[in-house]
């Protein structure tokens, strides 16, 4: 009796896994499609162009995915945080042009500015997350109505403010040296900022495992999100540990939005409208809440995105909503949604 | 024969004997009247152009209200609807060789069957999951319909957008004498136009919530569960609000393009419109539907004078460019107050007073 | 004898409309276990969660190793040297037994791994789970684990909510000598509703009613008087 149910339980289990893996395989043999309407070449230039956007959306996505799951908050200022690090990382850079240091100057030198506007915009962020919180989000924990209202006022708010530092035009941002430009491997056309995209948001995604599955932070974080009482029982400032969360997802909107505006080399006050709809993709894609379901989310777009861009133009952006809609109709809650 | 009514036939009852008797009702009768002859008390554009602004999205924002205030569902899309009602009009207009009343006809045809396929379709897809997911995803929709309409240029002109021509008697123009300081022409009659069909819509948004089955979407709203207990099935509720709201705000869309003749992306169809309809909302107060009249009225008004009143007062500093600047962007007050409204102010004006009277009984 | 440890002074707490504490007042002396007896409902648990500062007290004063606690943070209150064991086996369950460890010792030194290789001794099953997740834990390892958690750390005080509720007879025998040696460490106030274990493990107690305290005294001298206990205890 105690045995039949435990292999029943057993092949339910190995149903499920066959099913997610059928589902999962199903969708990576889906991008070897495009091989059958173009060569190889092309297939590989327009991999490493969908893997970088892929990633570039990630870092957006992230954030967003970060605040949800941690804090079950939808924070739609998401938005408003992205284009601010980009005009931040682009006021960094415009600063260090003069000095030679970005479009002129060593590899070493590109790094560096290119870091800096990094750092720079992640404060930035950091720090409008962190005001944002403790003055408005802080009052409407727990009311999903209330939040995206209050987000959607606080990104107006933000985006206004933008304009009063920077002026409402486009701007022209100053790629670093070190990464302009392109080379051909093996017939495959590869541009170096899209590499670089590429590392980045690779190490952004270790790090963000690194640091909830192994440190004490992540433990004290994932703890927080399934206990509050126990956590502040045992001796720890949840409201600080929530409101620094929060900032981390803004910094991390505001890095994808200095990323971003390089890859583009051009930013504008409304830039994040347009990223976010890519990033409410993924993050339904795959799933609220998961760090790694953004992540195959935002490769996937990514991905489909430019192959449908070679193969037609007009669908690309279509073609993002199709995925969803399958994907949604199969999962309800998303690729790694919990159910 | 005659039966004792039972209690809810004895509350209707009640209710149609007083129906045109009540406070409200002149009250409503005598908001029609002034905006009948509001033109020609004040001869001025700006201010019929106002009039008729506050007209539509009092409609707009009502149909929202009706969404989001009686069910809890917030649906972003709601301004993409108004661009779809807006766009098709003129679309139709645009191409059509010689415009008539048919085509007018045609593009209400038009846009409410895409408005409610694309409701239909959008809540078969998101709202079985989590009322959180729909606002996700007719977010990331409107988004989408806000870039296929710059991007798909062939049709829709891109950012330029599309200027078009009325047909018949929206057109003419009279070269006779004014009445009271006022030109007799094509505008005046799509003025009145708007009235008519802003009274109907919104009359029928109100015969709406009234309903039995505005009664049950208001007891989804308070209890969900409850209301799936008692024997309903809350999801078709819910969709017929969605795709009802949702024929509204693209019924009001054709009206706007045609007070305007112009559309273009940024005018119908970006956030910053559904921004303004939420604020909207919000002032007025959430489920009071009457609510919609005075959130509109209090930002088109404020959103056509403020900007000019800051200019005079950056006037009196033109040299210090913080002042400029704080002048220029008006906007930020809005997103200020709005955040403001939504945290220590969340029933609205008409909610408020709502509360305050029920208090005095 | 000494200074109370903890001393509470005509407490009230309100949760929503409801009037919970109407006006507790007792000392808590160091040394041994303090049990908090009383029906459901009495007020045991709200006792404990506004000491810990989880629920404020709206008035009344709250003194902690002679300090007022009232208006302090759960977290400072807790690094002031006050452990809580939650009712209903408060553990984190999507972390492992480690992870649960971990989370508890504030600060990761050679004093709190020793505090750890003490506890596992305590608790040896608790060793055999270590890369476990915790909610996978049978009901009584879950409460060991609870309760091991909050040992980690020097306390001078353990607040511990009902341990043995829902737990095997086998596995309340357990509990109970792991009480036992814990006590004689460090001072536990106990709310617990086990009679048996209550008195195996209690020196004094407290009996709680309608947010009151009705009765203070020896536990050894509760036991003897059966009026008392019908009345309050209903046993």
């Known amino acids: 009796m105690n045995t039949s149910s435990t292999l029943a339980l057993k092949n339910e289990t190995k149903t499920v896994n066959f099913k997610k893996y059928l589902l999962r395989g199903c969708i990576a043999g889906l991008f070897l499609l495009p091989l059958v309407w173009m060569d190889l070449q092309t297939y590989l230039t327009l991999m490493v162009a969908g893997l970088s956007l892929g990633m570039l959306i990630f870092l957006i996505a992230s954030g967003l995915t970060l605040i949800f799951g941690l804090m079950d908050v939808l924070n739609l200022a998401h938005a408003a945080f992205f284009a601010f690090g980009a005009y931040a990382g682009y006021s960094i850079l415009n600063l260090l042009n003069p000095l030679g240091w970005v479009e002129t100057g060593s590899f070493l030198q590109s790094i560096i500015s290119l870091g800096l506007a990094l750092l720079v915009a992640a404060l930035v962020g950091g720090i409008l997350g962190f005001i944002t919180e403790k003055l408005v989000i802080k009052k409407v924990y727990g009311d999903h109505l209330m939040q995206i209202l209050v987000t959607v006022g606080v990104s107006f708010v933000i985006v206004e403010i933008l304009k009063i530092i920077w002026g409402v035009n486009d701007e022209v941002v100053p790629m670093p040296m070190g990464f302009s430009g392109s080379s051909i491997v093996f017939g495959v056309f590869i541009e170096h900022f899209r590499v670089v995209a590429i590392v980045i948001g690779l190490m952004v995604y270790a790090g963000l495992q690194l640091i909830l599955k192994k440190t004490k932070i992540g433990i004290i974080v994932r703890a927080g999100v399934e206990n509050q009482e126990i956590v502040q029982a045992t001796g720890y400032n949840i409201s600080l540990i929530f409101t620094l969360i929060f900032a981390a997802g803004a910094a991390l909107a505001a890095v994808g939005g200095t990323m971003m505006g390089i890859f583009n080399q051009a930013v504008d006050p409304y830039m994040g409208d347009q990223f976010l709809i890519f990033a409410l993709i993924v993050v339904i894609i795959g799933g609220m809440g998961s760090v790694t379901g953004s992540f195959v989310g935002a490769i996937i777009v990514g991905l489909a995105f430019n192959y449908f861009a070679y193969l037609a133009p007009k669908l690309a952006l279509g073609v993002n909503f199709m995925i969803m809609a399958i994907i949604l109709l199969i999962r309800p809650k998303g690729l790694f949604g919990k159910d | 024969m005659t039966q004792t009514p039972t209690l809810v036939e004895k509350d209707r009852m009640d209710e149609r004997a007083k129906r045109f008797k009540s406070p409200t009702f002149n009250l409503q009768l005598a908001v029609i009247f002034i905006l009948a002859v509001a033109p020609f008390i004040i001869p001025s554009f700006t201010f019929m152009d106002v009039m008729a602004k506050i007209m539509i999205f009092a409609v707009v924002v009502a149909s929202f209200d009706l969404l989001l205030g009686y069910t809890g569902i917030l649906n972003f899309a709601h301004g993409m609807f108004f661009g779809v009602g807006a766009y098709s009009v003129a679309l139709i207009l645009y191409y059509s060789k010689s415009p008539g009343w048919h085509h007018i006809l045609l593009a209400a045809v038009i846009s409410l069957v895409i408005s409610i396929v694309l409701s239909l379709v959008i809540s078969f897809f998101s709202l079985r999951v989590k009322a959180i997911f729909f606002a996700m995803l007719t977010l990331a929709l409107a988004e989408f319909a806000h870039i296929l309409a710059v991007q798909w240029t062939s049709l829709t002109g891109g950012e330029d957008g599309i200027s078009f021509v009325l047909p018949g008697i929206f057109n003419f123009s009279w070269s006779g004498p004014t009445f009271f300081g006022t030109q007799m022409n094509g505008r005046l009659m799509v003025y009145y136009l708007i009235l008519v069909c802003a009274v109907f819509l919104f009359a029928g948004l109100v015969r709406f919530v009234r309903s039995p089955l505005g009664r049950v979407l208001k007891s989804i709203r308070e209890n969900e569960q409850r209301t799936v207990a008692l024997g309903f099935k809350t999801f078709g509720y819910q969709i017929y609000a969605i795709v009802f709201s949702a024929a509204i705000s693209s019924l009001s869309g054709i009206l706007f393009a045609m007070w305007i003749c112009y559309v273009n992306p940024d005018s119908v169809f970006h956030t910053a419109i559904m921004v303004n309809i939420l604020l909207m909302v919000l002032i007025g107060g959430m489920g009071t539907l009457y609510g919609a009249m005075i959130g509109a009225a209090f930002l088109i008004v404020t959103e056509t004078w403020l900007p000019s009143i800051l200019k005079a007062g950056a006037s009196f500093a033109p040299d210090v460019a913080i002042i400029q600047n704080l002048s220029d962007r008006w906007q930020l007050y809005f997103g200020i107050l709005f955040v403001l409204v939504v945290m220590f102010f969340p029933k609205g004006v008409i909610g408020t007073i709502r509360a305050m009277l029920g208090q005095k009984k | ?235």
């Not at chain 3, 903890?6 to 409309?17: G, M, P, R």
């Not at chain 3, 452990?83 to 649960?100: H, M, Q, R, S, Y």
């Open chain 3, 1 to 235: 004898m000494s200074d109370p440890i903890l001393s509470l002074k005509n407490v009230h707490t309100h949760i929503e409309q409801h009037h919970i504490l109407q006006g507790v007042s007792f000392d808590i002396n160091p040394g041994g276990a303090t049990i908090l007896l009383g029906r459901n409902g009495a007020g045991k648990s709200t006792t404990l969660k506004t000491v810990m500062g989880l629920l404020p007290a709206s008035n009344g004063s709250i003194l902690f190793k002679g300090r007022g606690i009232n208006k302090k943070k759960p977290y400072e209150i807790a690094r002031m040297g006050m452990g809580f064991v939650p009712e209903d086996k408060a553990i984190l369950a999507t972390l492992t037994v480690e992870e649960n460890f971990r989370l508890s010792m504030l600060n990761e030194n050679e004093k709190s791994h020793e505090n750890l290789e003490e506890v596992l001794d305590l608790f040896p099953a608790l060793k055999k789970f270590w890369k476990t997740q915790a909610g996978l834990l049978s009901g009584g390892q879950k409460q060991m684990l609870a309760i091991a958690r909050v040992l980690v750390c020097d306390h001078s005080l353990l607040l511990i909510d009902e341990p043995s509720k829902g737990l095997a007879p086998i596995v309340v025998e357990q509990l109970g000598e792991s009480l036992i040696k814990i006590k004689d460490k460090t001072k536990v106030i106990l709310v617990e509703q086990n009679f048996n274990l209550a008195r195996q493990v209690g020196l004094d107690c407290f009996i709680l009613d309608d947010g009151h305290v009705v009765y203070q005294g020896l536990m050894e001298e509760l036991a003897k008087d059966k009026a008392l206990m019908k009345n309050y205890l209903g046993i």
